[in-house]
């Protein structure tokens, strides 16, 4: 049949092709084959090259190597160091802080008081205890570490004569503004500390 071409004005004799229901693709020709991307290649890591992305493993030979920095977790320097000793010393001393608290909300509190009247005075010691104990502790941890650190990279060994002049130091810098007096005080405990931590680390390694 022939097709007026308004193009042109003439007639046309093309005519549309004829639907082969045969050609028609079905489901599985999307299912199968290569019609599907891989889902490995969806990954968000996909193509990189694992081997050079370090923060993906430890490597044991970029642990920290100077006589006497062995401890109980691997550290690779100063960084860890300084997030393991303050992360612990922080949890531990509001963990005692809360403790302290609970027993002088018990204390404080007449046996004969309402219950809601107790609970509410041993969670006002609780909360007031423990992170006062727990952030004091942090901030001395964090210097602690720092000066630890410097003098362990300094004289290129860790002993306990850094953890106690670095205690020492630590605790008086704590207290610095409170004067001679509290500054002596607070530099001996921690230097005190800082040494039964060298002895005990020294006898467990």
Known sequence: MAIWDTLTGHKS??????????TAQDVSSFLGGNAL????ELHPLAGLNQDTLDYLTLEESALD????????????????D????????????LTIGGAWGLAEGLNRTPATAPPKLRLNSV???????????GNSAGVVAMIYNGINSSLGYARGKHDAANSILAGAL???????????KPMMI?????ASIAGLWA??????F
């Open 37 to 40: 991307p891989d889902p490995s």
């Open 82 to 93: 300084l997030c393991y000793g303050t992360g612990t010393t922080y949890i531990t001393a």
């Open 13 to 22: 004799s093309n005519q549309p092709e004829a639907f082969d229901p045969s």
């Open 170 to 180: 630590s605790g008086m810098l704590f207290k610095s503004t409170r004067g001679v």
């Open 199 to 204: 002895v005990a680390r020294r006898a467990l």
């Open 186 to 190: 607070s530099g001996g405990i921690v």
């Open 123 to 133: 969670l006002n010691s609780i909360t007031r205890r423990g992170p006062f104990l």
């Open 65 to 80: 190597e100077l006589p006497g920095s062995q401890s109980v977790l691997p550290s690779r320097g100063w960084s860890d």
